[in-house]
């Protein structure tokens, strides 16, 4: 074992556009700091089951603009026994692994938590395209996942206008509304479905388009978040109750993929270059978050008891727009 002090990365959950630039943040800085630096290959997968690969400047070159994650990611449900956080831990000492670093959302921050109890320092950094991280304003994959689904839905518009429907369509985000909240506000959406926000289908949506139908209106979107599910059975409904074609899509995983805005790989960067930082300090059990729109850090324990506010303001002006 080298006599130098090392650090390491990984990618935990989902991946988000901008992980790799986050990833990129944290080798670079932590060489320039005199370390050596790890990628742990998927995620806590990889920590248990020993699959490290030394990081260098070269190694992390091209990889800002490029989705996705390097390293790669994975679910390891295994890791929450104590047998398997203590190899984890032991498959890092032989490194002389002072800290790690984590980039994903509240699950991979637990295992965050646990690791820093255990005596080996773990900063988290918020990366999933749901933005459903309480502690923090934004994460990490979000603005890139809303401008695809923007991208996505300009593309059925078309369609749905040629043809005179409504498009139905469902938008990732797990529980969380916030993607289905921005991107329907982006493309001008004729309804948001969201869990947060008490919805009314027959008179927010048969009713609404009823009267807009006699208005001259001729076709709809309708962005539903994932959450909330049930989209072919809406379809179904609105084309019986109004008599407008109507067409269900599902986006998927193409809400993950694609090269990172400006905005995620700045954010990635600085977030990134801010978990080095804590480590230097053999700070851990912390998470690196955006408030007022400033890069700065909390205690994971308490970033996990944190509910995050829906923006029910945002969701209000969306509503008396776009009629």
Excluded at 15 to 34: C, E, F, L, Q
Excluded at 91 to 120: H, M, P, T, W, Y
Excluded at 253 to 267: C, E, F, L, M, N
């Amino acid at each position: 074992m080298s006599d130098k002090k090392a650090i390491a990365v990984l990618t935990s959950g989902g991946d988000a556009p901008g992980m790799n630039a986050a990833v990129r943040a944290v080798v670079r800085t932590g060489i320039s700091k005199g370390f050596t630096v790890y990628g742990v290959k998927l995620g806590y997968q990889g920590l248990l089951y020993d699959d490290f690969e030394e990081l260098t400047i070269r190694s992390v070159s091209d990889i800002i603009n490029r989705g996705g994650t390097a390293i790669y990611t994975a679910r390891c449900p295994e890791f929450k026994t104590e047998e398997a956080m203590q190899k984890a831990i032991e498959n890092c000492r032989k490194r002389n692994i002072c800290g790690l670093v984590v980039i994903g959302g509240d699950g991979s921050f637990r295992g965050a938590k646990d690791l820093s109890e255990r005596g080996l320092p773990a900063v988290g950094i918020p990366g999933t395209i749901d933005n459903d991280i309480a502690a923090s304003e934004y994460s990490i994959g979000f603005d890139t996942a809303v401008d695809t689904v923007m991208e996505m839905v300009d593309r059925i518009r078309d369609t749905s206008q040629s043809h005179l429907r409504c498009s139905v369509i469902e938008v990732m985000g797990r529980e969380a509304g916030w993607l289905a909240l921005e991107s329907g506000i982006a493309v001008g959406a004729s309804a948001i479905i969201v869990k947060e926000v008490p919805f009314d289908f027959e008179k927010d949506i048969i009713e609404r388009f009823r009267e807009r139908l006699k208005a001259g209106r001729q076709n709809f979107i309708v962005i539903v978040s994932e959450g909330v599910g049930g989209v072919n059975e809406m379809a179904k409904r609105i084309e019986k109750e109004t008599g407008i074609e109507t067409r269900a899509t599902i986006l998927g995983h193409v809400q993950r993929g694609g090269s990172p805005t400006a905005k995620d790989r700045i954010i990635a960067t600085k977030m990134g270059h801010y978990a080095v930082c804590l480590l230097e300090k053999g700070i851990g059990k912390r998470v690196v978050v955006m408030r007022d729109n400033k890069i700065t850090d909390l205690d994971i324990f308490e970033a996990l008891q944190m509910k995050k506010p829906f923006d029910v303001e945002s969701y209000r002006i969306a509503t008396e727009v776009n009629i």
